[in-house]
């Protein structure tokens, strides 16, 4: 049985990220956007942000992966400073909203057509040391499924805000 789907089917899904992301947040307010479930949680603004700053990264690492396969993609950069610290200096809770899904979108659809034209994701791969020091070769196909991930996780995360909202 193979690990992943069909890579045309993982394509799709990852296609369709900009289009969840944005039936989610469309017509929220201000207040809805800046809502925290918690002092140490993210508001749906700052999670948008993330999503889209996170695609830049990858986008990288996909361009990078195809131009020099084998080599490393460098994150230490990344890892030197907590994620909340990240989205402190990247202004998350304090910027709109519109440039990051517009960029969100413009990042995916660009991506697409650049992976709709590799013949096997699974032959291009970079080193990559993690967060815990571990190196793992990561393939263009596991990027591309780690970002579906991604952003379902923080779509969950904003379910939970809303659902809290609601309450």
Avoid at 30 to 43: I, N, T
Avoid at 54 to 73: A, C, H, K, V, Y
Avoid at 107 to 127: D, T
């Amino acid at each position: 049985m193979e690990k992943y789907p069909p890579w045309q089917e993982t394509l799709q899904k990852f296609q369709q990220g900009p289009g969840r992301l944005v039936q989610v947040v469309e017509g929220l307010s201000g207040e809805e956007l800046d809502f925290k479930v918690g002092p140490e949680s993210w508001s749906i603004r700052q999670n948008v942000h993330h999503l889209a700053d996170g695609l830049m990264i990858w986008s990288m690492f996909i361009r990078q992966t195809l131009g020099n396969p084998g080599g490393e993609f460098k994150l230490q950069w990344y890892w030197d400073i907590p994620q909340d610290e990240w989205a402190e200096l990247w202004g998350y809770a304090d910027r709109e909203i519109q440039s990051s899904l517009d960029a969100y979108k413009a990042i995916q659809e660009n991506l697409s057509s650049l992976l709709r034209v590799v013949g096997n994701p699974k032959a291009y791969s970079l080193r990559i040391v993690w967060a815990d020091g571990k190196v793992f070769p990561t393939t263009i196909e596991d990027a591309v499924l780690t970002q579906i991930d991604h952003l379902g996780s923080h779509l969950k995360d904003i379910a939970r805000i809303l659902n809290k909202i609601s309450e």
